[in-house]
């Protein structure tokens, strides 16, 4: 069966009534504190392992963050103060946390990387737990242990706990808003929510804000089948949850007027460049098919997906086959629950540029859809009434099927995430030589020394990986977009980050190209760049084979990664063994991701 029925006297029993608000126990599957160690351990080993998907993520928050703890980084248009569209609040919440980690021993730039995603997976487990607690006191636990379970296995987990996104922290924030709209134990939470919402809106992804709409919608419903002072209240919740949610705004509009030094709602420019601009928007940097997030949700929850498409349907099947006693209220509060999910998978379905962190903030609802599908197909076949099929199939054999189709889905996902993970981390993983050890090589970098970036300029992974006062540079390859310009180190006005609102220049909102952002090979001491043995068409004159050049170049670090354009797409998808039984047709072909250090003339 679907989510339990509230108890109520009337159809449409409105949950401010008084005894909606006498406070109940709910009977948790497992301890809530258990719960969150569950959350934590898979959001951890994603802190730890994840490797950097999107160079948004690197460009457009690491940067910054490493801008204002350490005085220089790369500096993308968006935070042109011409353009101002994004919140410097946001950057400057991680950066302060990630500081905290200078306070502590053996502190180093890329200690304070992995500090701060240490601190995404516990707030974000914080979140899970929340929701977890919520989906348990408002469904049953078993539809709360299903929801746990397809969420801490899923790939798509992996990806979204712990980047530092702002799809990522509208996802943190959308839980605990919807879980503040869900719980009806001690009245409606209404102004909670919203303000969660507005926060994950303001100071996350504006777009997120979206999510709340099904649960205001119910809410309508419930005022409508009432009286004029549950009408009064439900005006000043709601009018509370937008005035909090103005509140943030006010703060973050401080934050960037002092970072800016100019009026800006970074929110408000976000929505207008992506829905109102004239120079392209979001297209410029490509469109998908709409397919695009039906294969992308299918290798990051395989078979959660399936089900989370199949919940309103299962749930109308049976809703047709329930008895009579399930009322207008149990199927509308059931509806709610469904909605966020299928409206935020079609809103984007239909946008033309389309990226895989797009559909982090609806991680939760996909997985909570998936958790009431399986709920219902577990009370069908688990049916003792002798007139159906499923009675007749003996429990062993329907828990054995249950069993291998669940232990299936988890391998498939333990294969995507450590697939990932063995094929493109080697960018997190070839800096160490730079640094140094205290029982090992000596450090290879000095400061004011320059890393050079060609083809592979997208796969860095922050100045944090980089010693004090080294440089990131990019040389001239085949890309012929825009690539970051460095914000201004001067010194002016008080002093204090002059970067982020002095003149920028060679920064557009076109993706057009400025030659201005290039240094010349020799220039460099450092290089990174990729080799692809298996590929035999002749290298572009500006895209030269820079590991091969023992003349120019010491190879100092490398790590293999994955060729994808010469690997089977089964390989390509999952991780699949080296193995002699394994045919050479679908085993995995790599290459090698590589530090160099320029030759001593």
Known sequence: MAPSPPQTQRQFEHPASSHAKKKRKGPYPIEPITAFYIFFAAGMVAALFAPIQDCDEAF???????????????QTWEYSPDYAIRSWLYIGLHAVFGNVRRLLPQSSKI???????????FVCALCQTNLFKVITLTTNGRIAMIFLFATVTSPGNFHASASFLPSSFAMYLCMIGAAAFMNWRGGLKTSHGIFWFATAGVLGWPFASALCAPFLLEELVLVVYSDKETLFEAVIRFVRGVVAGLIVMF??????????????????????YNILSSSGGPGLYGTEPWTFYFKNLTLNFNLW??????????????KNLASPGHGLQFGLRTAVFLSPFYMWLAIFTVQPHKEERFMYPAYPFLTLNAAISLHIIFSAIGSTDPKTLAAKIPARLKLLAVGIVMLLSLDVSL???????????????????????????????????LLCLGKEWYRFPSSYFLPKNMHAKFVRSEFRGLLPGEFSEARTGFGFWSGTWLPTKGLNDRNEEDMGKYVDVKACNFFVDTQYALRRDPLPPSEPDYIADAASWDII??????????????????????LDIIPDKFRRKWGRHCLLQRKQA
């Open 60 to 74: 457009n928050y690491w940067e910054p963050s490493h801008y204002l703890s350490h005085g220089y980084g790369l």
């Open 557 to 578: 670090h490398c790590e293999p990664f994955l060729d994808a354009a010469s690997t089977h797409i089964l390989a390509r998808t999952l991780w699949v063994p080296d």
């Open 251 to 272: 703060f973050d509009f401080a934050i960037n007027l002092f970072f800016y030094k100019k009026v800006a709602v970074a929110s408000w420019n976000i929505v207008k």
């Open 415 to 449: 294969a995507r995430a450590y697939g990932v993970y063995t094929g493109y981390s080697a960018p997190l993983k070839i800096y160490s030589r730079l640094w140094g050890s205290k029982n090992g090589p000596a450090a290879l970098a000095r400061e004011q020394d």
């Open 111 to 121: 200690s304070e990387f992995y500090f701060i995603r240490y601190g995404l997976a």
């Open 305 to 318: 997906f399936i089900l989370a498409l199949l919940a309103f349907p299962l749930f109308l099947l049976q």
